[in-house]
């Protein structure tokens, strides 16, 4: 039987991390193109940084969250044999599915994180007709698709774990004698 704290637990640091990361997408950097006093340089202006601490502690968070179902889990390839049948063949598929969305939830926040701390240090000249200032910040969407993932990989690593609880516990075939042993009475 799949453990329930566990499960309460998970589902918390998983809750965590996608409020996380929804808050770190509605807290993007956003930058102004803004000129020194004297007029000769245009230089960026890039407001809160919040963000990117969002990101990180989304990332964190649902990095402890897998941790600990592949811990509970024993990360599916430690421990005894699973018994045979359906729980053991979804177990494997969720498995799978739980890695790969938890690795592409992963990338859009560490790269969404990477990418809203990353602030233009280049200046434009005004006197010499330099190209226009590219103030650059990360594009709409990149933490909200890491939130859509944190969102899946919560869903299938509770199915794996609940999956595999089921394929751990089922009793396997008997493998003791199938007559009755008959014996002298005395």
């Known amino acids: 039987m799949a453990s329930k704290l ?3 637990t998970v589902f918390v640091l998983d809750l965590i991390a996608f409020a996380l990361a929804i808050a770190a997408e509605q807290r993007r950097s956003t930058a102004t193109i803004k000129t020194d006093s004297e007029q000769m340089y ?9 963000s990117t601490g969002f990101g990180v502690g989304a990332f964190l968070f649902l990095m402890v969250s897998q941790i600990l179902i592949m811990v509970a889990s024993r990360c599916f390839c430690c421990g ?3 018994s045979p049948g359906g729980s053991r063949g979804c177990a494997v598929l969720l ?6 969305t938890f690795f592409i939830a992963e990338v859009c926040l560490l790269a969404g994180s990477v990418r809203n701390a990353y602030h233009t240090k280049y200046r434009s000249s005004v006197l010499f007709n330099d190209k226009p200032l590219s103030c ?3 594009r709409k969407g990149v933490f909200a698709a890491g939130a859509a993932f944190i969102f ?3 869903i299938v690593s509770k199915f794996y774990y609940v999956s595999y609880s089921k394929a751990r516990g089922g009793h ?9 042993g008959m014996a002298a009475y005395k």
């Open 172 to 180: 396997g075939p008997y493998g003791g004698e199938a007559g009755v």
């Open 42 to 50: 245009s230089y960026c202006v890039y407001d809160s940084d919040i």
């Open 6 to 8: 566990l499960m309460i």
């Open 136 to 138: 650059e910040t990360v």
């Open 95 to 100: 498995f799978i599915i739980c890695w790969v």
């Open 80 to 82: 005894k044999a699973l």
């Open 152 to 154: 899946f990989t919560s």
